[in-house]
């Protein structure tokens, strides 16, 4: 086991340069703009509570303190993606780690790595909800048992198809609270708008066997209609159903299954230009 205090670091926020400010009121003025009737309400209240917003990138200890009172949940900042084992230990206990540095002005639309916009502006909100908090401590701890049962694959592609880049059905029609989805402007369109990815309904089993890419918009997203059935479905021991997964071939990203349904629909049904694009800003 990795030592966690090995892997965090210091915000220090004071050190942050007008251009790297910069750059975040540019990504949060797109971002609020493309979001408006996009993203799901509990996100769009967690950035209100969070009192993110435009003036510049944020202070970890002042959101830390807000989302500490709402759900007990901090950040911590870290250097760059943390091995898996650190990773979900820190979410078993309530931490999120975020990467400090903002991408550079000529990357706005595509980066391979996490940085500091993805992880506060696009993951933190979804903690200031009390089920999609629990959710994520719950997955941590999921977490560390999928590596001692050596089924991490299974366990990462869950994270991918909900966490990352989850649709939500609502009264209203379809919502965003992916992550990865809320932090870029491409696939915040993309994946409401196109009428190329399927838009499956979310099924446990399923999910863990759908592969997935990492350099291109989603070919498949799974669509919850509330977290608390999300929560419901991960609930049960993962051990039997790793064994009984492992026993059935892997789904490629973008196949559709004898028997299977669309869940929902484009809301508008135009094209959004080529597929090969911007996946994890
Ligand atoms: N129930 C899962 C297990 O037994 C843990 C888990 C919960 C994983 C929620 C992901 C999300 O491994
Ligand atoms: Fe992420």
Redesign the pocket.
């Known amino acids: 086991m990795s030592e966690i205090e090995d892997y965090l670091v210091e915000q220090n926020w004071a050190d942050y340069r007008e251009d790297e400010h910069a750059v975040w009121r540019l990504l949060f003025e797109r971002q609020q703009r493309l979001l408006k009737g996009r993203a799901c309400s509990e996100y769009l209240d967690g950035l209100q509570g969070l009192g993110v917003a435009a003036g510049g990138i944020p202070d970890f200890r002042r959101l830390s303190d807000i989302l500490d009172q709402a759900t007990g949940w901090r950040i911590v900042a870290v250097p760059g993606l943390v091995p898996d084992d650190v990773f979900f230990a820190l979410l078993a206990r309530r931490r999120f780690p975020s990467t400090c540095f903002i991408r550079h002005r000529d990357q706005l639309d595509y980066l391979q790595e996490?940085d500091v916009f993805?992880?506060i502006y696009?993951?933190v909100p979804m903690l200031m909800n009390p089920v999609f908090a629990d959710y994520m401590q719950a997955y941590g701890e999921g977490g560390l048992k999928a590596l001692r049962l050596g089924h991490l694959q299974e366990l990462a592609r869950l994270y991918w198809y909900t966490?990352?880049f989850g649709l939500l059905a609502t009264g209203e029609g379809l919502r965003i609270y992916g992550?990865?989805i809320l932090?870029s402007a491409g696939e915040s369109v993309y994946c409401l708008d196109d009428t190329r990815p399927h838009r499956l309904p979310f099924d446990l089993r399923r999910v863990m066997r759908t592969e997935y890419h990492i350099d291109r918009y989603q070919e498949t997203y799974f669509v919850i209609h509330n977290f608390a059935e999300l929560f419901a479905a991960t609930r049960p021991d993962f051990a039997p159903i790793y064994r009984e997964i492992a026993a059935l071939s892997e789904i490629t990203a973008d196949a559709m299954l004898p028997g299977e349904r669309e869940d929902a629909e484009p809301r508008i049904g135009k094209k959004e230009g080529p597929h090969l694009s911007a996946a994890?800003v």
């Open positions: 996490p993805h992880d696009g993951h966490v990352e992550s990865g932090s994890r």
